[in-house]
């Protein structure tokens, strides 16, 4: 795989935390990291985009040094770029496998960039995008942690299963997947009936049979990974925070951009994911 991972980075300490989580991906998945400083157009001279490194800000350049001195077998650029932070940073990804960037928590990713720069950076690009919390472990600590992917028993993505899997393998942790359900209400199914525990029990059954059955051949191709299949009676949102708290990376899935029923923007689920959850979030572009 000569596909590079790129991670978006200002100087501050929530971007060293992304870089230095980037920088352990691409050490374990045997690929380059690519440092992009983005320098917002708009008064005075800016510097050729692509500046090189040596006139990178003191703050970025001892970032990049301090990641070399830790991992010197990693193969290491950056570069300084200029013009809208969204743009840079998601064409910086559409030449890459991955995209990593920082984020405080609610309404700030990549330091100074607002919430809806990196959010609209998650939700346009092909390349799956991920954001690594203020506070969270460089991706050292918390490869034990299990991979939690979100899942659709009925219709599976096989792009987010593959993601979640290659995830779990490579870390050397175990993958729990979890579908968040509700009993319908039909015609032939009445609210007080799904209410009863014997039907409850029974119609989430069949659900975990669907789920367990999307996860067959993943099974097959992963044999080292231990998997899990869940389904929950809660809210997607509410599923996945609660299993970040145990996790060491959370995979969502999101429709790729030029797909006829998909919107330049992520749902509902994935915006609160993203904003609560306590570990990584990796949002997984899909047909």
């Known amino acids: 795989m000569n596909q590079s991972v790129v991670v978006g980075i200002d100087g501050s300490a929530q971007s060293e935390t992304a870089a230095r989580w980037a920088a352990e991906e691409a050490r374990r998945s045997g690929r380059s990291l690519r440092m992009v400083h983005v320098a917002a157009a708009g008064g005075g001279v800016l510097p050729p985009a692509g500046e090189p490194v040596e006139r990178l800000p003191e703050p970025v350049a001892e970032i990049r040094d301090r990641i070399a001195a830790a991992l010197p077998e ?33 309404g700030v990713v990549v330091g100074t960039l607002v919430g809806s720069v990196g959010l609209r950076t998650a939700s346009h690009i092909r390349c799956p995008v991920v954001l690594v919390r203020d506070g969270a472990d460089d991706g050292t600590a918390d490869t034990a942690g299990e991979v939690v992917v979100g899942v659709q028993g009925d219709r599976p993505c096989d792009a987010v299963l593959a993601f979640a899997f290659d995830q779990a393998a490579r870390r050397g942790a175990a993958l729990r997947a979890v579908e ?73 899935g999101r429709r790729a951009p030029g797909h006829p029923t998909a919107a330049p923007r992520l749902g509902v689920v994935a915006h609160a994911v993203l904003h609560h959850a306590h570990s990584p979030v990796a949002v997984v572009p899909h047909d």
């Open 74 to 106: 990693l193969a290491i650029s950056c570069v300084r770029v200029t013009g809208s932070p969204s743009y840079a940073l998601a064409a910086a990804g559409e030449r890459a496998g991955l995209l990593v960037l920082g984020s405080r928590g609610l």
């Open 180 to 252: 968040a359900w509700r009993p319908p209400v039909r015609r032939y199914v009445t609210q007080a009936q799904v209410e009863q525990p014997a039907i409850r029990e029974s119609l989430a059954a069949d659900r975990l049979v669907h789920l367990q059955d999307a996860l067959g051949r993943w099974r097959e191709k992963y044999p080292e990974v231990p998997t899990h299949a869940e389904v929950v009676g809660v809210g997607a949102a509410d599923a996945l925070q609660a299993a970040s708290r145990k996790a060491s990376l959370v995979v969502l």
